[in-house]
């Protein structure tokens, strides 16, 4: 029965770093949504047309988040 505490081990390593259970699920379901903006399909997209995208989607996350905001008052 060697393997019988795999998945106990895959719940702990899923939980690394958080400090609750519910921490742990609420963060993938947030950013289940953000994740992919960050990962276009690059092997579909030429070098230029990857960082054209990259700088589209970090402006986008500079409004969504208002960082550039803060960055510039600070």
Do not use: C, Y
């Not at 998945?7 to 994740?35: C, L, N, T, W, Y």
């Not at 960050?38 to 054209?52: C, E, G, I, N, Y």
Request: charged share 25%.
């Amino acid at each position: 029965m060697e393997n019988s505490h795999q998945p106990i081990r895959r719940r702990e390593r899923a939980m690394k770093g958080f400090r609750s259970v519910g921490a742990a699920q609420r963060f993938p379901s947030a950013f289940s949504g953000i994740s992919p903006h960050f990962r276009p399909h690059r092997h579909l997209l030429t070098v230029p047309d990857h960082r054209a995208e990259t700088t589209v989607h970090l402006a986008i996350w500079d409004h969504i988040t208002d960082t550039a905001d803060a960055a510039a008052t600070a």
